[in-house]
């Protein structure tokens, strides 16, 4: 999926968004890249994407409060969110609030692809299991519909 996966890379440091991109792109992911929340609302409400990596602090916003607008604008989006403040209270407000994954600032870029693999490979197994349940629902009602015709037609009969 890399070749096709679209990124959004929010924060306000611009030497990380800059290292980020350049890497990302390497890898062969279209990226794209937003210094504020503001802005990544305004860019997730234009485009889609399949992942954001969201730094925690922001110059408007915290990144836990922009991974609830953000959802409310790509729901399947995977979002990550990247700090150089870790502690245990900020991983659980942050997956509590919807956030996929966590990663550390300094970045160990091997874990930090990885994650970004793993996250997209989930994305992907949500969206076959949706088509899946989609088919299951649409089969089973046609021959719910096929049944309730040939019951309607011995009934005018």
């Excluded at 800059?18 to 802005?39: F, N, Q, W």
């Excluded at 076959?128 to 089973?140: G, L, N, W, Y």
Aim: no cysteine; glycine share 4%; net charge neutral.
């Amino acid at each position: 999926m890399g070749e096709h996966a679209r990124i959004l890379i929010v924060d306000d440091d611009e030497s990380i968004r800059t290292v980020l991109s350049t890497i990302l792109a390497d890898e062969g992911y279209s990226v794209d890249m937003a210094r504020t929340g503001k802005e990544a609302v305004k860019k997730s409400n234009t485009k889609l994407y399949n992942l954001a990596l969201i730094d925690i602090r922001l110059p408007d916003t915290e990144g836990t409060t922009l991974l609830t607008r953000i959802k409310k604008a790509s729901p399947r989006m995977r979002k990550i969110i990247i700090t150089g403040y870790p502690s245990l209270q900020n991983a659980v407000d942050a997956l509590n609030k919807g956030a996929d994954a966590y990663v550390m600032k300094p970045f160990d870029m091997r874990k930090v692809l990885a994650t970004i693999e793993e996250q997209l490979e989930k994305q992907e197994e949500e969206m076959m299991f949706s088509q899946e349940k989609v088919a299951e629902f649409i089969e089973t009602r046609v021959k719910e519909l096929k049944i309730e015709k040939v019951a309607g037609n011995r009934k005018a009969r």
